[in-house]
């Protein structure tokens, strides 16, 4: 099973992108997920996530702006992004967690980078 992540491109300061990420095979079911960033020269950070419960926790740089989501039916994780800054120009990776078909078991799944550039 492999992660699918989309949704990167290119916008203007201020616009909004809506960042997707799913499994190539949906019996392996999502159970959380986030998201992370690395611009050129970082650490990667943590910049949203949302746990099996729901619950979401988001970095204090994106707090207010970007919302992370989980539709079970589509077992699909978004992010999405809003108001976006010059400063949230990086690679984006998706990481979540999903649960072996017919199993207890779960493992973690990281999705390729999306690239994600904010142009003043």
């Known amino acids: 099973v492999q992660l699918q992540a989309s949704g990167g491109g290119l916008v203007r300061t201020g616009g909004s992108l809506r960042l997707s990420c799913t499994t190539d095979d949906s019996t392996f079911r999502i159970t959380a997920g986030a998201w992370y960033r690395q611009a050129p020269g970082e650490q990667r950070e943590l910049v949203a996530q949302i746990i099996s419960s729901g619950t979401t926790t988001y970095s204090d740089s994106v707090k207010g702006r970007f919302t992370i989501s989980r539709d079970n039916a589509k077992n699909t994780v978004y992010l999405q992004m809003n108001s976006l800054e010059a400063e949230d120009t990086a690679e984006y990776y998706c990481?979540?967690?999903?649960?072996?078909?017919?199993?207890?078991?779960?493992?973690?799944?990281w999705g390729q980078g999306t690239q994600v550039t904010v142009s003043s």
């Open positions: 990481n979540v967690r999903v649960r072996v078909p017919l199993t207890l078991a779960e493992f973690d799944l």
